[in-house]
């Protein structure tokens, strides 16, 4: 009884740690760990700022990855940019392209400590 008792507390300290990407380490491009490097850092500063409330998002389109950062607080539309980092121009982010129509997959990367998403 005390081996399963033991295996369980062990488990559930495994599975409750909270880790930094909410997707494996290897698919996070170098870029965005620099950027939520940076997010982080100020966060710890301040955390009052808007940057508590963000999150970056991956989402698969034409069998690519692309990331978006998502801010609750923020009016601004969030930008598609490659696993390479480069940005997609899309025309003052029109949500008629075929970007908006056609991406899927949505998966949460990493998110603020006050990042509050309805669609979860």
Known sequence: MKKIALMFFFSFIFFS????????DKEVPEWLKSKI??????IKESPQLMNA???WLRY???NEYYFEYHN???S????????????LHIWAND???????????????????????SLW
Not at 37 to 42: D, F, L, T, V
Not at 76 to 87: L, W
Not at 98 to 113: F, G, T
Request: hydrophobic share 25%.
């Open 17 to 24: 740690c909270e880790k930094g990407y909410l997707i494996p």
């Open 37 to 42: 490097k940076q997010e982080e850092q100020i």
């Open 53 to 55: 409330y963000g999150a």
């Open 60 to 62: 698969d389109w034409q």
């Open 72 to 74: 609750e607080l923020s």
């Open 76 to 87: 601004s539309s969030p930008r598609a940019i490659s696993v390479n980092g480069d940005t």
């Open 95 to 117: 949500v008629n392209t075929d970007y908006y129509k056609e991406k899927c997959c949505r998966q949460l990367v990493w998110k603020a400590p006050k990042y509050i998403d």
